[in-house]
């Protein structure tokens, strides 16, 4: 048995509830509907054309209302031709987006006309001079041998620059309409529409009347295996066993919830050997700036581009742009927007596997620029619609490290890292680039007065001199340095045997905060409280254990220091990874709170500053020594 299932977004963001006119091509011309919502027009296609045995609904709202004010149990199949909808008259007001696509599907099944009474938006003398204008018009531009009023909607449908033409027309014949623009054209499309003959209008199969449909909440496309069974595993009534689907999708805008839908749909149906699926249409809502309708367009051709959409998938779930570029340059296709597009995903590609914070704030930048202006990256060609659809899902994901002046916040970026499971990149970036943030941000830092500087300077250059040369690449970054190495050997002098090391390392850190000690650097914080920083600076600590042990597959060492035991929990390496990091994140958070809005004074001291004062205290004890052998 073959069962026809159609899956379609609902995106509330981009509901403007306001009638609107949609085509599609037919077999011998095109079809057309009135809806209020992408969605409805795309749903009224497909239950005109094919049987379908279930509509899959995704969107944005995790439990949509009704017009009862009740919450819809997700997933619970529901019959679209409910007319329990058509007992109350629709309000905007109480109507979720939801609410009015049941509303106007019930009316759609249940053969209700949705138009309105237009003439009274004008009066009767003024619609007898708008058909005779019209008619004026149609013998006069129209390019079609016969001029038949009730196929000119079709005319003018397809031909923007003529449609524009007659509302230009209207308005120069008759000046005074300027007064009511949005009141005339509302009526002149109106009254073509209604012209049209009857063949030209899309009605629901009869079979299709007791359709019943369920609705997926966008979040649900995260988890794989539900989206698998959400899409197979349709309404027990209807289906009587081991069935072959045929899929018709409409993406109803460019949101990022059709990006993640079309994406996983096609990713199932091409990483799934023998699948009883098959895509039969993908149908695409366009809306050309001006046009007297919104095209509904067949893209089934997206589907045959296999590789495309697996390096889409690479890209969007693991950042890895190879086969992205490889398809790209393979394809011969000269088009600037899409490459730009591409090369700036690679930079954020190469920098996160590289660890290089630069390199990915450079992808970021170019991210930024070309979503400044849609132009230059959407397209209505095969490719330019797909990767339009990507750059929706990267604008999503991205989300996060493109907000704000530009500069990417380390923390959004080790969640996004941590987000995508790329934990060796997050373990890396947190142990490079962790002690920098820490200074800078103000949560822990170790000079406040420029007057003082040439002081901590002097102290870190004595640390140098006792460095041998092989080691002085620890003090490279004085940030990192200053966080994870200072005074560390004061550990050995504190604390009983079988201490955790890290946490007598960050005690001792918060005690240098305010000491006086001409011998030691003082440490400062524009935290509230020291036992914050004490928490984020041992965090950091345990994290670059785990991290060690897990390069050295030191598993047993790993069971012994876990952060959080349960006794029915089975200890493993990824567990203790992954609750190490999300304590490091969420004590990294907490103290960034503390310092916001605050504005410490924080002085930072280079490498370089601590080696020319070392080179010239070297120089001294020489000198020193000479002296001290002369006077021997």
Not at 188 to 216: D, F, G, Q, T, W
Not at 328 to 337: K, L, P, T
Not at 506 to 515: A, M, P, V
Request: proline share 3%; charged share 30%; with cysteine.
């Amino acid at each position: 048995m073959t069962k026809n299932i159609l899956l379609t977004t609902l995106d509330v963001s981009r509901d403007d509830r306001k009638p609107r006119y949609y085509s599609a091509k037919s077999e011998f011309g095109f079809n057309y509907c009135e809806a209020m919502q992408s969605i409805e027009a795309g749903t009224k296609l497909i239950l005109a054309r094919v049987p379908v045995a279930e509509i899959l609904i995704i969107g944005e709202e995790k439990f949509p209302s009704l017009k009862l004010g009740t919450d819809m149990d997700v997933e619970k199949s529901f019959k679209l031709k409910d007319a329990e909808y058509l007992a109350n008259a629709y309000s905007e007001t109480h109507y979720s987006a939801f609410d009015l696509y049941r509303y106007r599907m019930a009316q759609f099944i249940n053969e209700v006309s949705t138009e309105e009474d237009s003439d009274t938006l004008v009066d009767e003398a003024l619609r007898e001079n708008l058909v005779k204008l019209i008619n004026d018009f149609q013998e006069s531009y129209s390019e079609r041998e016969t001029k038949r009023l009730n196929r000119f909607f079709d005319e003018l449908s397809g031909n923007r620059d003529l449609y524009e033409k007659l509302i230009t027309y209207l308005f120069t014949s008759l000046p005074d309409l300027r007064k009511n623009t949005a009141q005339v054209v509302k009526w002149v499309e109106n009254y073509l529409y209604n012209e049209l003959k009857p063949s030209a209008k899309l009605e629901c199969l009869e079979v299709n009347e007791n359709v019943s449909a369920r609705y997926i909440p966008a979040v649900m496309l995260e988890k794989r295996e539900f989206w698998v069974n959400s899409m197979l595993d349709t309404d027990p009534v209807v289906n009587g066993g081991e069935d072959e689907i045929n899929l018709y999708v409409v993406l109803s805008n460019d949101s990022a919830i059709d990006g993640q839908l079309i994406l996983n749909m096609l990713d199932i149906l091409i990483s799934t050997p023998g699948s009883n699926v098959c895509l039969k249409k993908i149908y695409k809502v366009i809306d050309p700036a001006g046009s007297l309708t919104v095209k509904i367009e067949d893209s089934t051709a997206l589907s045959k581009s296999t590789k495309l959409v697996s390096a889409a998938h690479a890209f969007l779930n693991y950042s890895k742009t190879d086969m992205l570029v490889n398809f790209w340059e393979n394809s011969g296709v000269q088009d600037e927007r899409i490459s730009k597009l591409i090369y700036a995903a690679r930079h954020v590609d190469v920098g996160i596997s590289m660890c290089n914070i630069p390199e990915v704030q450079e992808g970021i930048d170019r991210l930024h620029e070309i979503f400044r202006d849609e132009s230059s990256w959407k397209e209505e060609s095969e490719y330019g619609l797909l990767f339009g659809i990507i750059a929706e899902c990267i604008k999503a994901d991205y989300k996060p490290l493109l907000e704000g002046d530009g500069t990417i916040p380390f923390i959004e970026l080790i969640k996004w890292t941590y987000k995508h499971q790329l934990y060796q990149q997050v373990l890396t970036l947190i142990e490079s680039h962790a002690p920098a943030n820490i200074v800078r941000s103000g949560i822990f830092y170790y000079c406040d007065d420029e007057n003082k500087a040439a002081d901590v300077i002097k102290i870190l250059a004595h640390q140098r001199l006792a460095l041998k040369p092989y080691e002085y690449y620890k003090m490279e970054d004085i940030e990192h340095y200053f966080i994870k190495t200072y005074d560390r050997s004061a550990v050995i002098l504190n604390g009983s045997k079988g201490e955790d090391r890290n946490k007598i390392y960050s005690y001792l850190r918060i005690l240098s905060i305010d000491n006086e000690s001409p011998e030691k650097i003082t440490g400062h914080t524009a935290c509230d409280d020291t036992i914050t920083v004490q928490k984020v600076l041992y965090a950091y600590y345990h994290l670059g254990e785990v991290r060690n042990k897990i390069s050295h597959a030191d598993t047993r060492a790993m069971a012994e220091c876990r952060l959080i035991v349960y006794d029915n929990e089975i200890s493993s390496a990824m567990q203790l990874m992954r609750e190490s990091i999300e304590f490091f994140i969420n004590n990294y958070e907490e103290a960034l709170e503390e310092v916001r809005y605050k504005n410490p004074n924080i002085v930072t001291i280079t490498s370089e500053e601590v080696r020319n004062a070392s080179e010239r205290l070297k120089r001294e004890n020489k000198d020193n020594h000479r002296n001290n052998e002369r006077k021997e």
